[in-house]
């Protein structure tokens, strides 16, 4: 008798422990792994670990796939299913995407269309957040006293009664969209040769800037470095950007089979201001803290994760 209820104490605590790590492992994660990406530029990538940490608290399996070269190629790597979602901007998909050529510069207007629009391609767009990260051009905050140009359109009248005087550094992408620098000089009237155009990595631009290796630069709005070095935006007094309010964009067979990833992003888009991402951008650019640290502690802040 002892011996037979032995047995089956030994046999129910067996049943337990293997009933018990399946539902520990259950509890860990949530149907498929989730491919979470991200640009190459140091904001879309805290907003790409902001994404990863979100999901990841959430018990989603996320892999990290964040940092590629090229919006052409972030977009090719979801309608390939390489990525299930990133982070995309509204300016960026009505005209380089979507090849539209009238900018959009009402953030809802931009947003209600490049959402419509998508859903077609099969991607399905969040809700944006109220950041801004337009494109925008830069001088040193010394020179740009100096010579009295605050607008774009000061410098492009500054241009065509002085050619030659000013070089100006500009990305790879930048040089060859309609919504960068071919448009912004046929938009204001005016043009460089290419010998006064220097195009360059993003990462090197504001540092080029700063020690006086070109005159003007392109930038990001809610770039940290702005400030930091002394910098000073000109104003796109003539609305030639679109808005760029950034907003989770997900494949619509992830989203289907993962509902929750609505939810769980949503609650981070509202809380993502022009501000607080220029001061997370400033934490990665000039104290050089890495960008899952920064997202990490940012996301404690505001109750996002413990």
Not at 90 to 101: E, F, H, R, V
């Amino acid at each position: 008798m002892f011996k037979k209820s032995k047995f089956i104490r030994t046999v129910t605590l067996v049943l337990v422990s293997v009933l018990s790590m399946g539902t520990l492992s259950a509890c860990g994660s949530k149907g498929d792994t989730i491919k979470v990406g991200s640009k190459e530029f140091t904001e879309n990538i805290v907003l790409g670990k902001i994404a990863v940490i979100a999901l990841e608290d959430a018990g989603f399996k996320v892999e990290d796939k964040t940092g590629v070269a090229g919006s052409d190629k972030v977009r090719m790597a979801l309608e390939n299913g390489d990525f299930d979602l990133y982070w995309e901007y509204t300016g960026t998909a009505w005209i380089s995407m979507l090849q539209n050529d009238e900018p959009i510069t009402d953030p809802q207007e931009a947003y209600d269309k490049v959402k419509e629009a998508d859903e077609e391609n099969g991607f399905i767009w969040l809700q944006y957040a109220p950041l801004n990260n337009t494109y925008t051009l830069m001088m040193r905050q010394e020179d740009s006293e100096e010579l009295g140009i605050e607008t774009i359109s000061d410098l492009a009248e500054y241009i065509n009664k002085n050619p030659g005087k000013l070089t100006t550094a500009i990305g790879h992408e930048f040089a060859i969209r309609p919504d960068g620098y071919p448009g912004v000089q046929s938009h204001y009237g005016y043009a460089q040769d290419t010998d006064e155009i220097k195009i360059m990595d993003m990462g090197i631009m504001y540092k080029t800037l700063r020690d006086e290796q070109v005159d003007v630069a392109m930038g990001l709005s809610t770039d940290g470095r702005i400030a930091a070095l002394n910098i000073v935006t000109l104003e796109d007094d003539e609305y030639f950007f679109p808005v760029y309010n950034a907003a989770p964009v997900v494949r619509k067979d992830a989203l289907e089979k993962n509902p929750e990833i609505k939810e769980i992003l949503e609650k981070i888009s509202p809380l993502l201001d022009s501000e607080t991402v220029t001061k997370l951008n400033y934490e990665v650019d000039i104290n050089e803290r890495e960008p899952e640290e920064v997202a990490e502690e940012w996301m404690k802040s505001v109750d996002l994760i413990d």
